[in-house]
């Protein structure tokens, strides 16, 4: 990867952690998403809603993907990048291909849920007929601070 594209990555993902941040001050846990196109505008964004929303769906990538839908008026986003701040679960990574995103970029990895390499790897997986560009690491210790604070937090307000 280029420089330049690293400098962009990072843009975006400094983006993604804002939006996760709004997360953490509503109680969610803090992940944040967007999807931008080849331009660079932003079809959609989002942050984890899933206990606002009633709505075990409503993460980050969701919430980011069902507005570029809206945005863009069509369900299939082919040439975005999806900038999330943590490693997608497999209902995320299956909307991505779905939506036929070109490339997904992440912050920290998820050793116990992810998708994309941390626990499972379905876009390795054979028979698909859309592939997805992943890229994680991106800003991963400023990510994987906001989580851990978060959680300390929570662990200190329940004991």
């Not at 990555?9 to 509503?26: F, I, P």
Request: hydrophobic share 45%; net charge neutral.
């Amino acid at each position: 990867m280029g420089v330049a594209h690293r400098d962009i990555d990072q843009r975006w993902m400094a983006h993604a952690l804002r939006l996760a941040e709004r997360a953490a001050a509503s109680g969610e846990v803090p992940v944040g998403a967007l999807l931008v196109d080849a331009a660079g505008t932003v079809l959609g964004e989002g942050y984890n809603r899933p206990i606002a929303a009633h709505d075990p769906s409503a993460h980050a990538e969701i919430e980011a993907l069902r507005a570029a839908g809206r945005h863009a008026q069509a369900y299939r986003l082919p040439g975005s990048t999806l900038y999330v701040t943590l490693e997608p679960c497999f209902m995320c990574a299956g909307a991505m291909l779905h939506a036929r995103i070109e490339r997904l970029v992440f912050g920290a990895a998820d050793p116990k849920t992810g998708a994309c390499g941390g626990q499972f790897d379905l876009f390795a997986l054979p028979g698909h007929n859309h592939a997805v560009r992943v890229e994680g690491g991106v800003l991963a210790a400023e990510c994987g601070d906001l989580l851990r604070l978060f959680f300390r937090e929570r662990r200190r307000s329940a004991g």
